[in-house]
């Protein structure tokens, strides 16, 4: 999952923000940032076959169809989801994920750190071990042409159209060899439960998990706005979708981030340090 890599400084400073602030900071797209050439590069193989609102700890069981919010995971609650129920066709309108699909970002750190951000969308599935079969999403990030992480997420869609997340398989980099494959996780396998990335119907204030493996993935997020405008380097967008996005094993970690219709994301505002940003320099259907 595009997962938060922008360094945080403090939590706290997060709550004397309004979102107003926030929006306006949106609107601010460096006249500099240029679009990068989305070429690709060499990329290392992965093997893919083998709001504040905090949600409670729950031993209750979600089932996968459902748009509202009492029927998206939360916490670690189990999810009992039903296999025959999921397709590998991710037709949802605020994250489509065709084979081909490759947005390019360029994410800024709050120290001023530069990184080039490619997602793609393969045609290759990964059977997940809780019995869905699932897309697998590359995301590759670089920095001054090194390779910084290469991450295969993978993806499903239940009959409502949420979107789930069932894990990803990760390495970062140093010197051009893999040093860590931290934070790789499967639903399924040693207690790790899948989360929501996109609801079918988001609803202000929709709370839900987005990925649950105890102590290394508890990510949660809640939907504050659906009609919020960004702009960035491809293109300017009238309404999007806002979410807040949290990491509670990493308090200072707090995200705001947008997703415009027929698109998918299209930037990520660093909340908590408020400097750091990604933004989507191009996008290209499959």
Known sequence: MMKPRLTQLSWEKERTRTVGAVLAAAL?????????????????????SSGPSSAPESTGVVQ???????ELPQG??????????????IDNPYWPMTPGNRWVYEEIDTDGTVQKVVVTVTDKTKMIANGIEARVVRDVVSA??????????????????????????TAEYENGKPVSTSGSFEAGVDGAEAG????????????????????????????LSLDEKAEVPFGYFKTTLMTKDLVPTEPKVSEHKFYAEGVGPV????IAAGTGREELLSYRSG
Do not use: H
């Open 28 to 48: 601010l797209v460096g006249t500099g940032a240029a679009c990068t050439s989305d070429g690709s590069s060499s990329e290392p193989s992965v093997d893919t």
């Open 196 to 223: 929501i990335a996109m609801p079918a119907n988001p609803q202000d204030g929709m709370a839900y998990r987005q990925e649950y493996y105890k102590g290394e993935a508890e990510d949660r997020a809640e939907v």
């Open 267 to 270: 930037l990520t505002l660093d």
């Open 76 to 89: 670690g609650e189990k999810a009992n989801l039903d296999p025959a129920e999921f397709t590998i066709e």
């Open 144 to 169: 001054e042409g090194e390779l910084v992480e290469v991450t295969d997420d993978w993806y499903a869609q239940d009959a409502t159209g949420n979107i789930w997340y069932l894990g990803e398989e």
């Open 64 to 70: 996968a169809s459902g748009s509202g919010e009492g």
